[in-house]
C-alpha cells in the first residue's frame, strides 16, 4: 500500500517557523507531483504550494514569500518550511501527491495523507 505520512506540526508563535515534512512509501514506481493543502475549521480546502517532478512551483497568495515546498527525491519526501506564520495560518495541512504504483503501468493515482495540525497563537 501507498502511503503518505505528515509530520512536524505543531504550535507556534505569531512570526515563527516549523518545517513540514511529508514521506511517500510503500510500492512506487514514480512520484510526478507533491503538493500541500490545508483546511481550517469551516472553511474549504486550499492549495498552499504545488511542486512537480520537474521542478515547477506554485504557491497560494497568502503564503508567498513565506513558505518553500521543496523535495527530497532519493527519500520520496516534500517539505514545507513555513516562516514568518500568522494566526491565518492555523490548519491542517495535508500532503497530497499524484503517484504511479508499482506493477499498475502508467496509472496515476492520488493520495492523501492523514493531516498534521498547525496552530499559530496571536
Known amino acids: 500500500q501507498v502511503q503518505l505520512v505528515e509530520s512536524g506540526g505543531g504550535l507556534v508563535q505569531l512570526g515563527g517557523s516549523l518545517r513540514l515534512s511529508c514521506a511517500a512509501s510503500?510500492?512506487?514506481?514514480?512520484?510526478?507531483?507533491m503538493d500541500w493543502y490545508r483546511q481550517a475549521p469551516g472553511k474549504q480546502r486550499e492549495l498552499v504550494a504545488a511542486?512537480?517532478?520537474?521542478?515547477?512551483?506554485d504557491y497560494a497568495d497568502s503564503v508567498k514569500g513565506r513558505f518553500t515546498i521543496s523535495r527530497d527525491n532519493a527519500k520520496n519526501t516534500v517539505y514545507l518550511q513555513m516562516n514568518t506564520l500568522k494566526p491565518d495560518d492555523t490548519a491542517v495541512y495535508y500532503c497530497?501527491?499524484?503517484?504511479?504504483?508499482?506493477?499498475?503501468?502508467?496509472?496515476?493515482?492520488?493520495?492523501w495523507g492523514q493531516g498534521t495540525q498547525v496552530t499559530v497563537s496571536s
Open positions: 497530497n501527491a499524484a503517484i504511479t504504483p508499482l506493477y499498475s503501468g502508467a496509472t496515476v493515482l492520488r493520495y
Open positions: 511542486l512537480t517532478s520537474g521542478g515547477t512551483t
Open positions: 510503500g510500492s512506487i514506481l514514480s512520484i510526478h507531483s
